[in-house]
């Protein structure tokens, strides 16, 4: 199951690398749509995928936190340790393939 | 004819407290008014008036209230240092300790905050607030709202225990209503977006529908930006039907594939796989026991109509023959 892997679209990749920016941070839907620029249509599609594949885990908000600043809980979510190793690889692999275009793209232009 | 204009503003005040105050008094108001005047010269209210418009509004009601000279005094001057680059010192050079110590008294003080049992202050900040209450719509969204919480939290219990019951009610109703029409404008605005969001998240499984509204309302309520959460809400909305084949996809996968599993592990199945595989290796295999099922279906059709016969001994074998050829593809 964890062999899986989302499509590692340019979004995707996106998303990965906020989330891995500091793994330890938890970070909600909109704050990912500020973060990363991306519209929400585009994100929770791409965090329900990567959620199933046990990339991501996701918590509500404690009530200790958000019944006193008087606000409904929010969902947050944080990449889990196999989705941060499985997220560094997968990225570190498009960035090769991005490399290796780009090299055949200049001998194909010399 | 700008001068003319001002001092008409001052003389209804002055006629109005001609009666109660000495000619002193009077002369002592005007100069105030004139000062005030001079000093607000150029600054405009957000309603568009020009600013002196306020301090005599709340120096009318001061004196409507039968205030003191010193009150009404303090009431033309409120918001000259606030607002001014007027000094305490000109202004006690001018009108003395009295009328000054009130006006910086005034300045300093924040409703719920501070000095809570000094009754002139209090008493020109509920004049002050019931003219600006009465052109509120002119502010800014976020400062009527804050506005008018602090009204009928703070300042509508003072005005009771001061008893002016008029100035309390006023205030209340002046600050409900702006609330309600703030409520409506919020409401009106987001009420169809949410409501949209509700009915296309109908289409997702009913467990990931109640988690991901609870998640996105919760988003949407606090975010402060009205026009980025419409942006995300309606985002959302038009990747409803993707969001929901996804999460259907995945519940049918958890639920089924399991099932599919096992039943292609277990003996009948895998036996009959295993047959059937070994039939389609072969065209020969395969024909053997498709072309018996060929001529009983030509013959069953020639009974009724040897037309429809010849059509189906031209058109049978080509189906038969692509559709082992699928399966052929498929078992490999």
């Known amino acids: ?110 | 004819m700008m001068t003319g204009s001002a001092q008409s503003l001052v003389e209804p005040l002055l006629a109005q407290v001609s009666g109660r105050f000495s000619q002193e008094e009077l002369d002592r108001v005007r100069h105030a008014y004139d000062v005030a005047a001079r000093w607000h010269e150029g600054q405009w209210r957000k309603s568009g008036q020009r600013y002196i418009v306020h301090p005599v509004a709340v120096a009318e009601a001061a004196a409507a209230a039968g205030l003191d000279c010193t009150m009404v005094c303090a009431a033309l001057l409120h918001d000259v240092l606030e607002d001014t680059a007027c000094g305490p010192e000109y202004l006690r050079a001018e009108f003395g300790e009295g009328i000054t110590d009130l006006v910086e008294r005034l300045t300093a003080f924040r409703p719920g905050a501070g000095a809570p049992d000094d009754d002139q202050v209090i008493m020109l900040t509920l004049l002050d607030r019931l003219h600006n209450m009465r052109t509120i719509q002119y502010v800014a969204t976020d400062k009527q709202l804050s506005k008018s919480r602090e009204t009928l939290d703070l300042l509508v219990p003072q005005a009771q225990r001061l008893g002016l019951p008029l100035v309390a009610e006023e205030l209340q109703e002046l600050a409900r209503h702006r609330l309600d029409v703030l409520a409506g404008q919020a409401g009106g605005d987001m009420t169809a977006t949410l409501c949209a969001l509700r009915l296309g998240s109908l289409t997702m499984p009913a467990p990931a529908r109640t988690r991901y509204l609870e998640e996105w309302l919760a988003e949407l309520r606090t975010s402060v930006d009205r026009r980025s959460c419409r942006r995300f809400a309606w985002q959302l909305i038009l990747a409803l039907p993707r969001l929901s084949f996804m999460l259907r996809k995945q519940q049918w996968d958890d639920r089924y594939a399991t099932i599919v599993h096992r039943a292609a592990a277990s003996p009948p199945w895998r036996y009959g796989r295993k047959a059937l595989c070994w039939v389609l290796q072969s065209q020969t295999r395969s024909w053997v026991l498709l072309a018996p099922l060929t001529a009983w279906i030509v013959i069953q059709t020639a009974q009724g109509n040897a037309g429809t016969a010849v059509v189906t001994v031209i058109t049978l074998p080509p189906v038969l023959c692509a559709a082992v050829k699928w399966l052929q593809d498929r078992l490999r």
């Open chain 1, 1 to 110: 199951m964890s062999r899986k892997m989302p499509r590692m679209t340019l979004q995707t990749q996106l998303i990965l690398g906020e989330l891995l920016a500091d793994p330890a941070r938890r970070i909600h839907g909109f704050e990912l749509c500020a973060a990363t620029g991306l519209r929400s249509g585009t994100i929770y599609p791409i965090l329900v995928r990567l959620e199933e594949l046990g990339w991501l885990d996701s918590e509500w908000e404690a009530p200790e936190v958000h019944v006193p600043a008087g606000r409904p809980r929010r969902r947050y979510y944080r990449l889990s340790e196999d989705g941060a190793a499985s997220a560094r690889t997968a990225l570190r692999a498009a960035e090769a393939g991005r490399l290796k275009a780009a090299a055949r793209l200049r001998t194909a232009g010399a």
